[in-house]
């Protein structure tokens, strides 16, 4: 079975505390661990409406791998995506759709 790994980061309108959250799990396929994830999305969605939070900046980041002992990002290799939050709901990005999205970089 394949690990993988899921980063939660959350933060609310008006703070600027983040709060960062890291669990490696193996799953039968990739599949398995975007729906576990899509799930932890939608219970935070829920949870902020609950709570009648904003959003400011909150994702779930799944990576291949178990990379609980490091502080994976999107550049890191083995990153398959993120579900991005807002208070539409969670939707998916994958590794190849964030990364054309990214800004290029000012080399000037």
Do not use: C, K
Request: without cysteine; charged residues 25%.
């Amino acid at each position: 079975m394949p690990t993988f790994t899921i980063v939660t980061t959350s933060a609310t309108q008006g703070s600027d505390a983040v709060e960062v959250n890291t669990l490696s799990d193996e799953f039968t396929n990739e599949s398995e661990a975007l729906g576990y994830s899509r799930r932890m999305a939608e219970e935070m969605v829920g949870l902020a409406h609950q709570l009648s939070l904003d959003f400011d900046y909150s994702n779930i980041g799944l990576y291949e791998g178990d990379l609980v002992d490091e502080e994976p990002d999107t550049t890191h290799p083995s990153f398959r995506g993120m579900w991005v939050l807002d208070e539409e709901g969670p939707a998916f990005v994958g590794a190849d759709e964030f990364h054309e999205a990214a800004p290029e970089p000012d080399l000037s």
